[in-house]
């Protein structure tokens, strides 16, 4: 489908979708018997096995290429971690309220879906500058701060949905679930909302894990939950859902990848910043060509934004309807170095899948400064080096005597002070005689006196160099790009006599939940019999598929599996050999029984395609060779006309 049309068009596209979805279980809304919940969802059969079957590919195309180490941590954090993190006093949404009957709305939402009703009605009484100022205003909504929000929806006195009622000022919600831990209630948490602080917390140990080399990364799949305001959107904006996140641990000094001129000349839509802020669109561009012209920071975040349109493209995801979106700078938090989106056109829109960020060493400064213990890596020189090096000396008896058993925590923050802060606090104390000095692990500030630390630089011998590795996190929201997946796959075909529109999912055989279906062309004991034996030789190899000897007609067992996306249907027309039918072309070929697994599990695992399959001889020849194949028995005209008619009916 063109996503060019209008928005009812869309709207309607998008029904059409969800009901196919619906109809055949692939997801429903959690709850329903108790009334539902909005944001949660049930997977159901189809839908698990498509997340099953993409989740998997995943694997393979990240972690066992670049020989990554998986952690499965915890989805309740303990609130100190989330502290360190910045969650707790940043991962917010401005609300409003209605003042009346207290519903809650996210604000620039409100202020987006105004713009949205204004623009799409052509409102006549609109001038063409407010026109353009609310076209400019939906490209610039992430960026306004409560205030621009407020005097917006002020401005444009945008009242309550459904009730008209005034609105409350925007005010920040945190996102994340809070909990306890224990019967107690004082030990504070929250469900995760995301997987990668498990990734690095565990850094000592993934690091020691890869033999103590670098660069190396880990990477964890799994629930993480956000407490949307107002969820909309149906799949693409739910509160649990899938993560995969790699985090990919690099010197920052040498952020080039060995592996990646085997992306650099991939060509695809991206749209850098600077496009952007004139007001242009995304354009085709080389990545090795983007990277040269430091677009791209450096080749490793290159690197993976070359591997997730592999990765995207050959799930499914339609090349023209992906782009790869720069962060403006007033996007991207003070300590990146660089950050891209992933986006997906569907019928809501562009829409972000992938995010992948160069966050520098942030994270793993964050965690050591906050816990006190040093997450750090060494590369070790071939010849010593002679350096200026800070020397930090506590002198433990005079601390131990005024902080008695905070002995520890004063002293490990001491010798973790970076070597700007070390010198600031060896001038105060020159100056003042002592200094006020903030302890991260007993979360206040202390006061360090003249005889406490002695804080020298010296000149030594080094053997290694320790850094603060930084991170380029690729991070997937796998529930996104299924749902964008759908609708890439999605489209519909004139029956037979052209009465209907028949539904069809277009899944590569990879990534399809059922893999094919097996009936009998006609309801005959024997032809039921040879079904019935592919079905166990199929579940025998690990292929998922449907056995259906029901008495439907062949055209509506064909429609059924088209529509659930079934890239195969084995009919079964003689006991020696069958048809093997392709979904998008409905062309079809003749295997023998003794064949059948091994050319659909092919095909499945991506070993051969359907063109290799299918380049058989032409009709007559294949009624000559079904001849051949029961040249022991006798063949008599009705099952050479069955055979036939197998052949043209799969064609349909």
């Known amino acids: 489908m063109s996503l060019n049309g209008d928005v009812t068009c869309r709207k309607a596209f998008r029904q059409a979708v969800e009901n196919t979805l619906e109809r055949h ?43 990554m180490k998986e952690v499965k941590c915890p989805s309740v954090t303990p609130e100190i971690v989330l502290k360190a993190s910045g969650h707790v006093d940043k991962f917010t949404d401005l609300m409003v309220k209605d003042v009346i009957t207290g ?62 009622n005034h609105l409350s000022d925007p005010y920040p919600f945190n996102l994340m679930f809070k909990t306890s831990i224990g019967p107690s209630g004082s030990n504070a948490a929250y469900l995760r909302p ?55 641990f690099v010197d920052p ?49 290159g690197y993976f934004i070359g591997r997730v349109y592999l990765f995207l493209t050959r799930i499914g995801i339609d090349k023209d309807r992906l782009r790869f979106r720069q962060h403006l700078k007033n996007e991207m938090a003070h300590y990146a170095e660089d950050c891209w989106d992933a986006e997906i056109e569907c019928s809501y829109g562009w829409i972000e899948c992938v ?27 071939s010849e010593p080096k002679e350096v200026e090096a800070l020397i930090i000396t506590p002198a433990k008896k005079e601390i131990g005597l005024a902080f008695k058993n905070q002995l520890k925590n004063v002293v490990e923050a001491l010798e973790a002070m970076k070597e700007e802060e070390a010198l600031k606090m060896q001038d105060d104390l020159e100056n003042k005689g002592e200094v006020e000095f903030y302890v991260c692990t007993l979360e206040k500030f202390v006061t360090i006196k003249k005889n406490m630390v002695s804080i020298s630089k010296e000149k030594k011998k080094e053997y290694q160099r320790v850094f603060t590795p930084s991170v380029i996190e690729p991070s997937f929201g796998i529930g996104r ?93 003689s006991t020696t050999s069958v048809t093997i039918r392709e979904r998008d072309s409905k062309e079809q070929v003749r295997i023998n029984l003794n064949k059948v697994v091994q050319v659909v599990k092919a095909i499945s695992e991506g070993h051969t395609t359907w063109e290799d399959v299918s380049r058989t001889p032409s009709l007559i020849v294949r009624l000559r060779s079904y001849v051949s194949d029961h040249s022991a028995q006798i063949v008599t005209l009705q099952s050479v006309v069955i055979c036939a008619l197998s052949i043209i009916i799969a064609r349909r």
């Open 481 to 573: 790009i299924i749902y964008c997946l759908y609708e890439h796959s999605f489209y519909t075909r004139p029956s037979k006599d052209g009465s209907e529109q028949l539904n069809v999912f277009r899944f590569p055989a990879f990534v399809a939940p059922v893999k094919c279906t097996v009936f009998p062309l006609v309801r005959n004991e024997e032809f039921e019999l040879v079904a019935k034996n592919i079905s166990e030789s199929l579940k025998e190899a690990g292929i998922f598929h449907e056995l259906d000897t029901s008495g439907t007609s062949i055209g509506k067992k064909y429609a059924r599996t088209d529509e659930i996306g079934v890239p195969f249907a084995i009919t079964v027309d």
């Open 103 to 164: 519903a809650f709305y996210r604000a620039d939402h409100v202020l987006k879906d105004f713009c949205n009703d204004k623009l799409s009605q052509k409102d006549q009484t609109m001038s063409p500058e407010k026109s353009e100022e609310m076209t400019r205003l939906l490209d610039c909504l992430d960026d306004l701060s409560a205030q621009e929000l407020a005097a917006k929806i002020r401005d444009y006195q945008i009242m309550a949905p459904g009730t008209n």
């Open 25 to 67: 279980y692939f997801h429903k809304p959690s709850y329903l018997i108790y009334g539902g919940v909005a944001g949660f969802y049930d997977d159901h059969n189809y839908g698990c096995a498509l997340e099953y079957n993409i989740v998997n590919f995943w694997r393979k195309h990240f972690a066992l290429e670049e020989t």
């Open 194 to 248: 995301e997987t990668a602080q498990g990734i690095f917390l565990g850094f000592k140990e993934l690091y020691a894990n890869n033999k103590n080399k670098m660069p190396f990364a880990g990477f964890q799949i799994g629930p993480a939950f956000r407490n949307e305001i107002s969820p909309r959107q149906g799949l693409l904006r739910v509160r649990q859902f899938t993560l995969a996140e790699i985090e990919h």
């Open 253 to 301: 000094t040498n952020k080039t990848h060995p592996k990646f001129a085997q992306v650099a000349n991939l060509e695809f839509l991206m749209f850098p910043r600077e496009e952007q802020m004139k007001g242009q669109s995304a354009k085709i561009i080389r990545l090795g060509e983007a990277v040269e012209q430091g677009i791209v920071n450096n080749e490793t975040i």
């Open 355 to 381: 995010g992948i960020a160069d966050r520098s060493a942030y994270d793993l400064l964050a965690h050591s400064e906050k816990s006190g213990v040093s997450l750090v890596a060494q590369e070790k020189y």
